[in-house]
């Protein structure tokens, strides 16, 4: 492990400081309690922002502690948790994949999308490919459960469900606002810059060819804080 703390790891941190910090002033009315907890939130904005801009960044830490100020809830309503997101793994009578490259990013990566109320999660899973791609996709199963942050492809704590499906349908007509391109590729033909392909492109592959696969998710930290991420 290296002697320095990685960005992943400050953004880690601090989000998990904050998340702390919110969810002890959602449940207390004691005003002493509520001063210490701001102290935390304070520290964890420090650590953000040193993550995303370096030391020198501190000095503009009060925007994060602001915008987690506007998050606060009270009690259960209160208690910080991850968001959770859909990621549809599309595949085609070829075996190809189905990847969009991100309007706001640049970079390639599956279908995705918040999980909305009222909405089950297979359910965001078609819509998201509907909207993004003009695909029509049957969700199979889920095969894989990622956190955003551990990976390293989210500045915010979030949930990710992957979900093998199957296109039915439609045609490949990628959104104009939310997508630059969108294709079908092979294992082999994965575009560079594809956002956290490493991790997930063996296990989908594997899945899509027929290999038989438990849900794939992040592995343990041992100990959780200081361990590899």
């Not at 889920?142 to 989210?154: E, K, N, P, Y």
């Not at 039915?168 to 997508?179: A, T, Y």
Request: charged share 30%; proline share 4%.
């Amino acid at each position: 492990m290296s002697a320095e703390a990685t960005e992943k790891e400050l953004r880690r941190w601090a989000e998990a400081l904050a998340g702390i910090a919110r969810t002890g002033m959602a449940f207390t009315d004691n005003e002493f309690e509520r001063e210490r907890y701001e102290e935390i939130l304070a520290v964890a904005g420090d650590i953000k922002a040193a993550a995303d801009e370096g030391r020198e960044g501190a000095l503009d830490a009060e925007g994060h502690v602001v915008e987690w100020m506007k998050e606060l809830g009270e009690g259960v309503g209160g208690y910080v948790t991850p968001k959770v997101a859909v990621g549809a793994a599309v595949f085609n009578d070829e075996g190809k994949l189905l990847l969009i490259q991100r309007a706001d990013s640049g970079v390639w990566l599956y279908p995705t999308g918040w999980c909305d109320v009222g909405y089950s999660a297979p359910e965001v899973v078609v819509k998201e490919v509907r909207e993004e791609t003009g695909i029509e996709a049957e969700p199979i199963r889920l095969i894989g459960v990622l956190d955003g942050l551990q990976l390293g492809v989210s500045r915010i704590p979030l949930f990710s469900l992957v979900f093998l499906c199957r296109a039915v349908g439609g045609e490949l007509r990628p959104h104009p606002l939310e997508c630059l391109d969108a294709g079908w590729f092979g294992r082999d033909e994965i575009p560079e810059g594809t956002l956290g392909s490493e991790r997930w492109v063996p296990e989908i592959f594997a899945v899509i060819e027929g290999e038989q696969r438990e849900v794939f998710y992040d592995d343990l930290r041992q100990p959780v804080w200081r361990g590899e991420a």
